[in-house]
């Protein structure tokens, strides 16, 4: 490693930790902690084996703790740690670095490092959370440091490096540096995350089947009676607490540890390998089939590739054709804002395959008998537009424009027809389970779908809002989705689950009661901004 690589990582490391999105990536690494080490009497559990789990000891807390952290962290950091390059490029940092003579392999090589230290320091804050864990649990307060800290280098660290080369992969590729490319990434971590557990993998695949190994031979050798012996590694949902036994930890070998090993040099070899076509915010360096310099007029010279990144004026005529389309009629003004913010909010969705993708999940719901409509196609049909959903509450930061619409006379309408155009898209793209519904007369049904297209759009403008950029929803969104489409009853907001022809999901209620203040941190962090500017 040059200096110059060790100074752009500490660099941009400094900028990253002085955000206050920082401070809540940590909380959140704290609240994993506590989900990973529930109490004895909770309904969860993270690691366990058929009806059993370990004793609260270092061995068993360091490991679960771990692999909850190699897990959970791959996935969300992946998202905390994008948008890295594109930061550069709209603050002229990159233009800067263009005239420099940094080599590109090592300007890459500092980005590596920058996030797998803003995600080492996450799991940094997690290790100390499960010493915290196991003594506050009380089932057995003698620590083993080494028994306690060791898998987080062993799970965890592998895996984050992952995920801060992938992040860092998926920016250098045009076609992957939006929300293509964090669909992709969730994609990748469930096949890792599930395909990674088995036995006889390459590299032995997440680390996890020697872990499972270990707990099922210490629970022979205590001739503990077990009725199922499958290893579940995630949140899992329990209908009674689990028993537990005593298990004294797993002892990795050398090619256990060499294995671990190779999944670091692996995401260094990702994290480099766009230094073969990364032009490195050089706009002499990127030719146009004509031989002339592909740049943009309104990026001000930077490269093309960077342009979709950057922030356009008010004054565009692109961003504001579509906004002209309604003309300024007195009377009716919350119905003309709702259209605009419409047509805003599908502006660019003109791909003929997304409205006919959109199409089908209508018609397949409308012709699918009731448990497949809900248990199938809703979630389906609500997992389609999550790229146009995490434009809510971003788009006037993202695109430049939050200065004049923070001028705006009643910028309560305006949240409030942004919101209704997300639930409209929500109603329209779920119509197809809604009529099947309403065929069989299922009104609790009905009432949890209504709750549902309430609480999605609530959701992404609450994160857009809070957060400035669409990476929040799709970061939080998918991992909520996916537990429903899993089968996990706790977190269904949409009424897919259904135990003996019943929502087994969140009532209703709830899930309004939820989305009702989502929509009141919108108004109160608006309210808050326009004072901080006054």
């Known amino acids: 490693m040059t200096r110059v690589t060790y100074g752009l990582a500490v660099a941009d490391f400094k900028d990253r930790v002085r955000r206050p999105a920082y401070l809540v990536t940590l909380a959140a690494a704290v609240a994993l902690g506590y989900v990973a080490v529930p109490d004895s009497g909770a309904r969860w559990v993270i690691m366990q084996l058929g009806d059993y789990r370990g004793v609260y000891n270092s061995a068993y807390v360091g490991t679960a703790t771990a692999l909850a952290c190699g897990l959970w962290i791959s996935l969300g950091g992946f998202y905390v740690v994008r948008d890295s390059v594109g930061r550069d490029s709209r603050?002229?940092?990159?233009?800067?670095?263009?005239?420099?003579?940094?080599?590109?392999?090592?300007?890459?090589?500092?980005?590596?490092?920058?996030?797998?230290?803003?995600?080492?320091?996450?799991?940094?804050v997690l290790a100390l959370t499960a010493l915290v864990m196991q003594l506050v649990r009380g089932e057995d307060t003698s620590v083993d440091p080494v028994a306690l800290w060791q898998p987080f280098l062993l799970l965890a660290v592998p895996l984050v490096a992952l995920a801060a080369a992938f992040a860092l992969f998926f920016e250098a590729l045009p076609l992957l540096r939006g929300g293509l490319g964090n669909i992709l990434w969730f994609c990748i971590w469930v096949v890792l995350a599930v395909g990674g557990q088995g036995p006889g993998l390459p590299l032995g695949g997440i680390g996890v089947n020697g872990v499972a190994v270990s707990m099922y031979e210490d629970m022979l050798a205590q001739q503990v009676e077990m009725n199922d012996g499958s290893f579940s590694l995630g949140l899992t949902y329990l209908d009674e607490p689990l028993r537990v036994f005593d298990w004294h930890g797993f002892a990795p070998g050398p090619g256990y540890v060499l294995a671990r090993s190779a999944f670091v040099g692996i995401a260094v070899v990702v994290a480099l390998l766009p230094a073969l076509w990364f032009h490195?915010?050089?706009?002499?360096?990127?030719?146009?089939?004509?031989?002339?310099?592909?740049?943009?007029?309104?990026?001000?010279?930077?490269?093309a590739e960077f342009v979709d990144e950057l922030p356009r004026p008010a004054g565009d005529r692109r961003a504001s054709a579509a906004v002209l389309k309604t003309p300024p009629r007195p009377g009716r003004v919350l119905p003309r804002l709702w259209g605009g913010e419409l047509r805003i909010l599908l502006q660019g969705v003109s791909t003929w395959w997304w409205w006919w993708g959109a199409g089908v999940w209508v018609l397949l719901g409308v012709c699918s008998p009731l448990p497949g409509a809900t248990r199938l196609m809703?979630?389906?049909?609500?997992?389609?537009?999550?790229?146009?959903?995490s434009r809510l509450g971003t788009q006037g930061y993202e695109h430049g424009v939050a200065g004049i619409l923070?001028?705006?006379?009643?910028?309560?309408?305006?949240?409030?027809?942004?919101?209704?155009?997300g639930a409209t898209l929500t109603a329209v793209v779920g119509l197809g389970p809604l009529v099947r519904l309403v065929v069989v007369g299922d009104v609790t049904g009905v009432a949890c779908w209504a709750a549902g297209v309430v609480f999605v759009p609530s959701l992404a403008l609450a994160l857009g809002t809070l957060s400035r950029t669409h990476r929040l929803f799709q970061a939080v969104y998918l991992p909520l989705w996916y537990t429903v489409a899993n089968g996990l009853p706790v977190f269904d907001f949409m009424g897919a689950i259904r135990i003996e022809g019943?929502?087994?999901?969140?009532?209703?209620?709830?899930?309004?009661?939820?989305?009702?203040?989502?929509?009141?941190v919108v108004f109160l962090v608006g309210a808050m901004r326009r004072l901080s500017r006054d």
Not at 282 to 295: I, K, L, W, Y
């Open 280 to 303: 490195r915010f050089d706009p002499a360096r990127v030719r146009h089939s004509a031989g002339r310099t592909q740049e943009d007029p309104v990026a001000g010279g930077v490269p």
């Open 91 to 124: 603050s002229g940092v990159g233009q800067l670095l263009a005239a420099t003579p940094v080599r590109t392999w090592a300007y890459l090589a500092g980005k590596f490092l920058s996030n797998l230290m803003v995600l080492a320091s996450m799991v940094g």
């Open 502 to 520: 019943q929502p087994a999901g969140l009532p209703p209620t709830v899930v309004l009661a939820v989305a009702v203040v989502l929509v009141a």
């Open 406 to 421: 923070g001028a705006y006379p009643s910028t309560y309408r305006r949240v409030v027809a942004e919101w209704a155009a």
């Open 378 to 389: 809703l979630p389906v049909s609500w997992l389609w537009p999550i790229l146009i959903w």
